[in-house]
């Protein structure tokens, strides 16, 4: 018997709305053990969004003041760079400036998803793709959110199916 999504999901999902402010998501995920929120609206899926999203409007920016420096009769300048970010300040200046802002503005629109039928290989091929690493796997079914899958509940399945097997 294949192990399909609907033997790995949960069904109680936590979600955000797309007009739920960065700030009060933001607020939700430190307290949260996992790292991302499907986004639903009315039941359906519309986006996710992750720590990695939430983290990356709040990085420094690069203030880098580059100086090119050379006197006659040298024919090439020299570039010297002078760091100007404040970090701290950086990352203070983020929050004030996102924190009241929609999460759908950060949010990823195109999910990857998997239908209740789905099988563990397919599941495992999309957990173990390198280029789009996703740790989590929304479930739908008729367009309508019924189910998440994390790579720890792939990880216990194949673990169960094994010891049973022995």
Do not use: C
């Not at 991302?36 to 203030?63: C, M």
Request: glycine residues 6%.
């Amino acid at each position: 018997m294949a192990i399909t999504a609907r033997d790995l999901m949960t069904t109680e999902v936590e979600t955000v709305a797309p007009d739920d402010e960065i700030s009060e998501v933001l607020t939700r995920l430190s307290r949260a053990e996992f790292n991302g929120f499907p986004v639903a609206e009315d039941g359906k899926l519309v986006g996710i969004v992750t720590q990695h999203d939430l983290v990356h409007i709040f990085q420094p920016s690069d203030r880098t003041l580059w100086i090119p420096i050379g006197l006659p009769p040298f024919l090439e300048s020299i570039e010297y760079g002078f760091d100007l970010s404040w970090d701290g300040l950086d990352t203070s200046l983020g929050l004030v400036k996102n924190a009241r802002k929609p999460i759908s503005e950060i949010m990823t629109e195109n999910v990857v998803t998997v239908t209740l039928d789905d099988e563990l290989d397919r599941i495992l091929d999309l957990l173990a793709d390198a280029e789009s690493d996703i740790n989590r796997l929304p479930v739908l079914e008729n367009g309508l959110l019924v189910g998440i899958i994390a790579r720890q509940d792939v990880i216990r399945a194949i673990r169960d199916q094994r010891r049973s097997a022995n």
